[in-house]
C-alpha cells in the first residue's frame, strides 16, 4: 500500500484518475479482458474493471488520445456507455470562437465528439458516462471565454435507474421466452412424465409434426430474446476470447444444430439416437435469461447507497440576486454567492453562515443525532437539514469541491477498487473458459470412445451440460458486489474508504495506535493551574505567557489564551516570535525574552527550574500536561492545561479488545501524564514524550515483530503517520492535509467509528471469501459432474436444463449473499448519545504533540 501511495504522489501532477462505464460485461473473462485490453494502451496504467458496476477505473497520462481507449473497447466488443449533452452557448460571433469552442471541450479527457453549431449557438458533446461531468463542460467553455448553460442531456439515468431499466428490458424477454417454451417443455417432457401423452401426439399432430412445432418455437426463442448469447458468444469465440456468452452460446447451438438434424435430415443418425433436444436449448436460455434478471435486480440494490447519497443533493438553492431571494440551479451558483436556507429546507452547498441563527440536523453527514447549533461565522454542510431559523449562508465550496461530492466520489472509487485478494480470482478466470470448453470437448470425445449405446445422445447431454453449468459470473461477481454493499454501507455509518485496498488492509490489523489530542480527547484543553516562582506576579506573568501564546495556533496555546482573557490580562505587543517544533516557542514581549514549552525546552537553555520542578511532577501525576515559562532568563511559572477524555473513548477501546486488537497512544506528553489517560481509557501501550516527526518511527516500534498497523489520527502533523501506517485512519473533524494522507476518513470526530471501521472491513472480507468458496467450490463440484463422472456408478447423468438452473442460481447466490451486508448494524451506534453510557470524565492532560 506505501508503495501505491508513492507511486500516487509521484504521478499525480501528470496523469488523471478517470471512471468510465462499460457495457456487455456478463462475466469474469469479461473482465479480465477488458482489463488486459485497456493495460495495453499507451498511457493508461492502474486499470481496475468491476464486474457489479459494470464500470472501470484507471490512471491516464495526460496528453493521452482518450479516443484510444473507446476504440479499443468497442474493437472487442465492449464499448463505452456515452451520452449527449447539448449545451447553448453566449458571445460566439465567428468561426474562430467555434473553433476556440471546439478545441476547449475536446481537450477535456473523457469527450468523443464535439460539435458546435454557430447558426443556432450551441454545441453538442458526445461524452463517456463517468468520465466527464456535464458541469465540466461548462467550465471549460467558460474559461474559453463563452459562456452556456444545458439544454438538454441524452441518456442521463442514475446508475440505480439504468438497471432497473436493464432489470425491466430482461424480465420482459425472459416473460416471452417463457411463454414461447412452455409448449415446447409440454410436449417433448410431457410424453416422459406424464401416461398417454405420448399416444395423444402421436394420435393427433404426430411426432414429426410436434417436432416441426418444437423447431419454429425453440428458433424464435434463440433468434429473440435468446440472440444476446449469440451475438456476443461467437463473435469472442472467433477472437479466440471466449467467454460465458460463448458457452452458452455453444451448448444451446449444439441441441438446437443436433435437434435440427433429427427433425430434417434424420438419415444421418442411427435411428436408436434419432431424439431431439429443442426443450433443453429453449428451457436453457429461458432459466438464464431468468438468473440474469435476478442478477440486475440484486445489482441495482448493491449501489443503493450511492443513490442516497445522490438524493441529499439538492438541485436548485435560493440565491439572493439584485436584493431578491431566486431560486438557481445548483449548477449556476458560484463560490460568493449568498444563499437563503429557510427552516425545514436542505442545505444546498458548503458555506458560512453569515446571518441567522438556527439548528442544523447533520446526521447525514456526520451521524451524530443531535442537530448542530449554527450562527454566523459557522460554517455549514451541503445535504444537511435546516432545523429551525432562516439562514444567510455564503457558498465556499460548490460543485465538485462540496464535502457531500467529494463523500459520493470517494464511495465510488472505493466501491471501484481492485482487493489484493481479486488476483487469484483474475488468475483462474483466465483460462476459465477456454478450460471449460476443452473439458466439454474431452467429455464429448469419452463419451463418444467408451460411453454405452446411444452413446451420441449421451454425448451431447454431458458436453452441453458442462458448458452450461460452468459459471465464470458467480467468481466476476464474488468479490466487486460484496466491496460494493459494504463500502456503501460504511458510508451510511459515517466511515469513507478513500482507498479501497483499505478495505482488506484493515481486516488484518493487529494495532491500533491512537493520536492522542482531538482523537482520545476532546481536542479542547482549558487551564487549570498556574504556579508562581517566587517574585514573580500572577498578572503580568500571565499577560506576558498569553501575549506568546496568543501567536500560536496550538490547542494548549489557545487554551492558555483563553485564561488570560476570562482573568482581564493585559494584552501586550510580541516581537520576533520562534516556535521551536517539539519543545515550545519563544518570544519577545514588552521588553522580556518569554520561553514557554516542556522540562525538555528548559534544559536545553539551561535553566533550572528549581523548585517548580517537583510542582510539575506532582501535576503530571494527576494527569495534566505542565509547562513551563520563563523570563529573562529565570523559571517564573509551571502552567497545567487539561483535556478532556471523549466521553466514548473508553468503551471504543475496549470494543477493539474485544475484537482481538492491541490499542496503543502516541503522545507528545510525558510518561506520567499519558499513563494516567491510558489507565482511565485502558489502552495497553503508550509512547509518551514523541516529538511530531517521531510518531513514524514510534510506528516501526510498534511493527516489531511483524504486526501491522493502524494509525488514527486528525492533526497536520499527523500526515507523515497517516502515510506511514499500514491503514492510516483520519478523524472527520481533522485537517485537510491529515484526511488526504489517509486511507479511511471517520465523517464523525469519535473513536467509535474506528470499532465501525473494523467491523465493516472483517464482514466485507468474511462475506467475500464465502462468496469465493461457493464460486469455486460450485464450479469444482458439478462440471465434472456434469461431465458424467457419477454416471459408471449410480447411472446420474445430469440434464442440461438442471445445468441451466444451477447456473443461474449460482451467481444468484452470490448477489444475494454480498446484500446481506445492507443488514449490517453498527457495532457502535454512533446515534446513541454517549452520555447515556458514560460519565464525562474529569479534565485530563492537554496535547504536548
Same mark, same amino acid.
Given at each position: 500500500?506505501?508503495?501505491?501511495?508513492?507511486?500516487?504522489?509521484?504521478?499525480?501532477?501528470?496523469?488523471?484518475?478517470?471512471?468510465?462505464?462499460?457495457?456487455?460485461?456478463?462475466?469474469?473473462?469479461?473482465?479480465?479482458?477488458?482489463?488486459?485490453?485497456?493495460?495495453?494502451?499507451?498511457?493508461?496504467?492502474?486499470?481496475?474493471?468491476?464486474?457489479?458496476?459494470?464500470?472501470?477505473?484507471?490512471?491516464?497520462?495526460?496528453?493521452?488520445?482518450?479516443?484510444?481507449?473507446?476504440?479499443?473497447?468497442?474493437?472487442?466488443?465492449?464499448?463505452?456507455?456515452?451520452?449527449?449533452?447539448?449545451?447553448?452557448?453566449?458571445?460566439?460571433?465567428?468561426?474562430?470562437?467555434?473553433?476556440?469552442?471546439?478545441?476547449?471541450?475536446?481537450?477535456?479527457?473523457?469527450?468523443?465528439?464535439?460539435?458546435?453549431?454557430?447558426?443556432?449557438?450551441?454545441?453538442?458533446?458526445?461524452?463517456?458516462?463517468?468520465?466527464?461531468?456535464?458541469?465540466?463542460?461548462?467550465?471549460?467553455? !467558460?474559461?474559453?471565454?463563452?459562456?452556456?448553460?444545458?439544454?438538454? %442531456?441524452?441518456?442521463?439515468?442514475?446508475?440505480?435507474?439504468?438497471?432497473?431499466?436493464?432489470?425491466?428490458?430482461?424480465?420482459?424477454?425472459?416473460?416471452?421466452?417463457?411463454?414461447?417454451?412452455?409448449?415446447?417443455?409440454?410436449?417433448?417432457?410431457?410424453?416422459?412424465?406424464?401416461?398417454?401423452?405420448?399416444?395423444?401426439?402421436?394420435?393427433?399432430?404426430?411426432?414429426?409434426?410436434?417436432?416441426?412445432?418444437?423447431?419454429?418455437?425453440?428458433?424464435?426463442?434463440?433468434?429473440?430474446?435468446?440472440?444476446?448469447?449469440?451475438?456476443?458468444?461467437?463473435?469472442?469465440?472467433?477472437?479466440?476470447?471466449?467467454?460465458?456468452?460463448?458457452?452458452?452460446?455453444?451448448?444451446?447451438?449444439?441441441?438446437?444444430?443436433?435437434? @435440427? @438434424?433429427?427433425?430434417?435430415?434424420?438419415?444421418?443418425?442411427?435411428?436408436?439416437?434419432?431424439?431431439?433436444?429443442?426443450?433443453?436449448?429453449?428451457?436453457?436460455?429461458?432459466?438464464?435469461?431468468?438468473?440474469?434478471?435476478?442478477?440486475?435486480?440484486?445489482?441495482?440494490?448493491?449501489?443503493?447507497?450511492?443513490?442516497?447519497?445522490?438524493?441529499?443533493?439538492?438541485?436548485?438553492?435560493?440565491?439572493?440576486?439584485?436584493?431578491?431571494?431566486?431560486?438557481?440551479?445548483?449548477?449556476?451558483?458560484?463560490?460568493?454567492?449568498?444563499?437563503?436556507?429557510?427552516?425545514?429546507?436542505?442545505?444546498?452547498?458548503?458555506?458560512?453562515?453569515?446571518?441567522?441563527?438556527?439548528?442544523?440536523?447533520?446526521?447525514?453527514?456526520?451521524?451524530?443525532?443531535?442537530?448542530?447549533?449554527?450562527?454566523?461565522?459557522?460554517?455549514?454542510?451541503?445535504?444537511?437539514?435546516?432545523?429551525?431559523?432562516?439562514?444567510?449562508?455564503?457558498?465556499?465550496?460548490?460543485?465538485?469541491? %462540496?464535502?457531500?461530492?467529494?463523500?459520493? !466520489?470517494?464511495?465510488?472509487?472505493?466501491?471501484?477498487?481492485?482487493?489484493?485478494?481479486?488476483?487469484?480470482?483474475?488468475?483462474?478466470?483466465?483460462?476459465?473458459?477456454?478450460?471449460?470448453?476443452?473439458?466439454?470437448?474431452?467429455?464429448?470425445?469419452?463419451?463418444?470412445?467408451?460411453?454405452?449405446?446411444?452413446?451420441?445422445?449421451?454425448?451431447?447431454?454431458?458436453?452441453?451440460?458442462?458448458?452450461?453449468?460452468?459459471?465464470?459470473?458467480?467468481?466476476?461477481?464474488?468479490?466487486?458486489?460484496?466491496?460494493?454493499?459494504?463500502?456503501?454501507?460504511?458510508?451510511?455509518?459515517?466511515?469513507?474508504?478513500?482507498?479501497?485496498? =483499505?478495505?482488506?488492509?484493515?481486516?488484518?490489523?493487529?494495532?491500533?495506535?491512537?493520536?492522542?489530542?482531538?482523537?482520545?480527547?476532546?481536542?479542547?484543553?482549558?487551564?487549570?493551574?498556574?504556579?508562581?516562582?517566587?517574585?514573580?506576579?500572577?498578572?503580568?506573568?500571565?499577560?506576558?505567557?498569553?501575549?506568546?501564546?496568543?501567536?500560536?495556533?496550538?490547542?494548549?496555546?489557545?487554551?492558555?489564551?483563553?485564561?488570560?482573557?476570562?482573568?482581564?490580562?493585559?494584552?501586550?505587543?510580541?516581537? /520576533?516570535?520562534?516556535?521551536?517544533?517539539?519543545?515550545?516557542?519563544?518570544?519577545?514581549?514588552?521588553?522580556?525574552?518569554?520561553?514557554?514549552?516542556?522540562?525538555?525546552?528548559?534544559?536545553?537553555?539551561?535553566?533550572?527550574?528549581?523548585?517548580? =520542578?517537583?510542582?510539575?511532577?506532582?501535576?503530571?501525576?494527576?494527569?495534566?500536561?505542565?509547562?513551563?515559562?520563563?523570563?529573562?532568563?529565570?523559571?517564573?511559572?509551571?502552567?497545567?492545561?487539561?483535556?478532556?477524555?471523549?466521553?466514548?473513548?473508553?468503551?471504543?477501546?475496549?470494543?477493539?479488545?474485544?475484537?482481538?486488537?492491541?490499542?496503543?497512544?502516541?503522545?507528545?506528553?510525558?510518561?506520567?501524564?499519558?499513563?494516567?489517560?491510558?489507565?482511565?481509557?485502558?489502552?495497553?501501550? @503508550?509512547? =509518551?514524550?514523541?516529538?511530531?516527526?517521531?510518531?513514524?518511527?514510534?510506528?516501526?516500534?510498534?511493527?516489531?515483530?511483524?504486526?501491522?498497523?493502524?494509525?488514527?489520527?486528525?492533526?497536520?502533523?499527523?500526515?507523515?503517520?497517516?502515510?506511514?501506517?499500514?491503514?492510516?485512519?483520519?478523524?472527520?473533524?481533522?485537517?485537510?492535509?491529515?484526511?488526504?494522507?489517509?486511507?479511511?476518513?471517520?465523517?464523525?470526530?469519535?473513536?467509535?467509528?474506528?470499532?465501525?471501521?473494523?467491523?465493516?472491513?472483517?464482514?466485507?472480507?468474511?462475506?467475500?471469501?464465502?462468496?469465493?468458496?461457493?464460486?469455486?467450490?460450485?464450479?469444482?463440484?458439478?462440471?465434472?459432474?456434469?461431465?458424467?463422472?457419477?454416471?459408471?456408478?449410480?447411472?446420474?447423468?445430469?440434464?442440461?436444463?438442471?445445468?441451466?438452473?444451477?447456473?443461474?442460481?449460482?451467481?444468484?447466490? @452470490?448477489?444475494?449473499?454480498?446484500?446481506?451486508?445492507?443488514?449490517?448494524?453498527?457495532?457502535?451506534?454512533?446515534?446513541?448519545?454517549?452520555?447515556?453510557?458514560?460519565?464525562?470524565?474529569?479534565? /485530563?492532560?492537554?496535547?504536548?504533540?
Amino acid at each position: 500500500m506505501e508503495e501505491n501511495r508513492a507511486s500516487w504522489k509521484a504521478e499525480i501532477m501528470d496523469t488523471q484518475h478517470i471512471k468510465i462505464a462499460i457495457e456487455g460485461m456478463t462475466c469474469a473473462s469479461c473482465v479480465g479482458r477488458v482489463e488486459r485490453t485497456l493495460a495495453d494502451v499507451n498511457g493508461v496504467s492502474d486499470v481496475s474493471v468491476n464486474l457489479a458496476s459494470e464500470s472501470a477505473q484507471f490512471n491516464i497520462t495526460e496528453g493521452t488520445d482518450f479516443t484510444q481507449v473507446a476504440t479499443v473497447l468497442e474493437s472487442i466488443g465492449y464499448p463505452l456507455r456515452t451520452r449527449t449533452v447539448k449545451l447553448t452557448l453566449t458571445s460566439m460571433s465567428c468561426a474562430s470562437c467555434v473553433g476556440r469552442v471546439d478545441r476547449a471541450l475536446g481537450a477535456l479527457t473523457g469527450v468523443l465528439d464535439v460539435n458546435v453549431n454557430l447558426a443556432s449557438e450551441s454545441a453538442t458533446v458526445t461524452i463517456a458516462e463517468g468520465a466527464v461531468t456535464p458541469q465540466e463542460l461548462l467550465t471549460a467553455t !467558460r474559461a474559453a471565454g463563452y459562456p452556456a448553460e444545458l439544454a438538454e %442531456t441524452g441518456e442521463g439515468l442514475s446508475a440505480v435507474a439504468r438497471k432497473e431499466e436493464d432489470a425491466r428490458l430482461i424480465a420482459r424477454k425472459t416473460l416471452i421466452a417463457a411463454l414461447l417454451a412452455l409448449p415446447v417443455f409440454l410436449i417433448e417432457m410431457g410424453s416422459h412424465v406424464i401416461p398417454g401423452v405420448h399416444d395423444l401426439i402421436a394420435g393427433t399432430i404426430g411426432h414429426q409434426a410436434s417436432w416441426y412445432l418444437q423447431f419454429v418455437l425453440t428458433t424464435i426463442i434463440l433468434a429473440g430474446p435468446g440472440r444476446v448469447f449469440y451475438a456476443k458468444g461467437f463473435p469472442a469465440l472467433l477472437r479466440g476470447a471466449p467467454d460465458m456468452n460463448s458457452l452458452v452460446a455453444v451448448g444451446t447451438g449444439a441441441a438446437w444444430a443436433y435437434s @435440427v @438434424v433429427a427433425t430434417f435430415l434424420p438419415g444421418l443418425l442411427p435411428e436408436a439416437v434419432r431424439a431431439v433436444y429443442f426443450e433443453a436449448a429453449a428451457v436453457i436460455v429461458v432459466l438464464i435469461l431468468l438468473g440474469r434478471w435476478l442478477e440486475a435486480r440484486a445489482k441495482g440494490r448493491t449501489g443503493a447507497a450511492i443513490e442516497r447519497l445522490l438524493g441529499l443533493q439538492a438541485r436548485t438553492a435560493r440565491v439572493i440576486r439584485d436584493g431578491e431571494a431566486r431560486d438557481v440551479d445548483i449548477d449556476d451558483i458560484r463560490v460568493g454567492d449568498t444563499l437563503l436556507v429557510c427552516p425545514g429546507e436542505r442545505i444546498a452547498l458548503d458555506g458560512e453562515v453569515t446571518q441567522g441563527e438556527a439548528y442544523v440536523d447533520e446526521s447525514m453527514i456526520t451521524g451524530e443525532p443531535v442537530p448542530a447549533a449554527k450562527a454566523q461565522g459557522d460554517a455549514v454542510t451541503g445535504g444537511t437539514v435546516n432545523g429551525s431559523g432562516s439562514l444567510y449562508i455564503r457558498a465556499t465550496r460548490v460543485g465538485a469541491d %462540496t464535502t457531500l461530492a467529494q463523500i459520493i !466520489r470517494m464511495v465510488e472509487d472505493a466501491q471501484g477498487a481492485k482487493l489484493p485478494i481479486q488476483g487469484l480470482v483474475d488468475r483462474i478466470t483466465l483460462w476459465f473458459v477456454p478450460v471449460v470448453m476443452a473439458v466439454a470437448a474431452l467429455t464429448v470425445a469419452i463419451w463418444l470412445a467408451q460411453g454405452p449405446d446411444p452413446a451420441v445422445t449421451l454425448a451431447l447431454v454431458a458436453g452441453v451440460s458442462v458448458l452450461i453449468i460452468a459459471c465464470p459470473c458467480a467468481m466476476g461477481l464474488a468479490t466487486p458486489t460484496s466491496i460494493m454493499v459494504g463500502t456503501g454501507r460504511a458510508a451510511e455509518m459515517g466511515v469513507l474508504f478513500r482507498k479501497g485496498d =483499505a478495505l482488506q488492509a484493515l481486516a488484518s490489523v493487529d494495532v491500533v495506535a491512537l493520536d492522542k489530542t482531538g482523537t482520545v480527547t476532546e481536542g479542547r484543553p482549558e487551564m487549570t493551574d498556574l504556579l508562581l516562582a517566587d517574585g514573580f506576579d500572577r498578572a503580568e506573568v500571565l499577560s506576558l505567557i498569553a501575549a506568546v501564546e496568543s501567536q500560536s495556533e496550538h490547542p494548549v496555546a489557545e487554551a492558555i489564551t483563553r485564561a488570560a482573557q476570562a482573568e482581564g490580562a493585559a494584552r501586550v505587543e510580541v516581537d /520576533q516570535f520562534e516556535s521551536v517544533t517539539g519543545y515550545g516557542v519563544r518570544a519577545r514581549v514588552s521588553g522580556h525574552d518569554v520561553l514557554v514549552g516542556a522540562d525538555r525546552l528548559m534544559a536545553r537553555e539551561g535553566l533550572d527550574t528549581g523548585d517548580l =520542578a517537583t510542582a510539575e511532577a506532582d501535576l503530571a501525576a494527576k494527569g495534566r500536561t505542565a509547562l513551563f515559562a520563563a523570563i529573562d532568563g529565570r523559571v517564573a511559572a509551571v502552567i497545567a492545561v487539561a483535556d478532556p477524555v471523549k466521553p466514548s473513548s473508553a468503551g471504543a477501546i475496549r470494543a477493539l479488545h474485544a475484537a482481538d486488537l492491541r490499542v496503543a497512544m502516541i503522545t507528545g506528553d510525558k510518561r506520567e501524564t499519558a499513563d494516567a489517560i491510558a489507565r482511565e481509557v485502558g489502552i495497553d501501550t @503508550v509512547i =509518551a514524550g514523541v516529538l511530531p516527526d517521531g510518531k513514524v518511527a514510534a510506528l516501526d516500534t510498534l511493527r516489531e515483530g511483524g504486526a501491522r498497523v493502524a494509525f488514527v489520527g486528525d492533526g497536520i502533523n499527523d500526515a507523515p503517520a497517516l502515510a506511514h501506517a499500514d491503514v492510516g485512519i483520519a478523524i472527520g473533524t481533522g485537517t485537510d492535509v491529515a484526511i488526504e494522507s489517509a486511507d479511511v476518513v471517520l465523517m464523525s470526530g469519535d473513536l467509535r467509528g474506528v470499532v465501525n471501521a473494523f467491523q465493516v472491513s472483517r464482514h466485507t472480507m468474511r462475506n467475500i471469501r464465502q462468496n469465493l468458496v461457493w464460486a469455486f467450490g460450485y464450479n469444482t463440484a458439478l462440471i465434472p459432474v456434469a461431465a458424467g463422472v457419477l454416471y459408471p456408478a449410480l447411472g446420474l447423468l445430469l440434464s442440461p436444463v438442471l445445468a441451466a438452473g444451477a447456473m443461474a442460481l449460482s451467481s444468484v447466490f @452470490v448477489l444475494t449473499n454480498a446484500l446481506r451486508l445492507r443488514r449490517l448494524r453498527p457495532a457502535m451506534d454512533e446515534s446513541a448519545r454517549a452520555s447515556r453510557s458514560h460519565h464525562r470524565s474529569a479534565a /485530563q492532560p492537554a496535547p504536548a504533540e
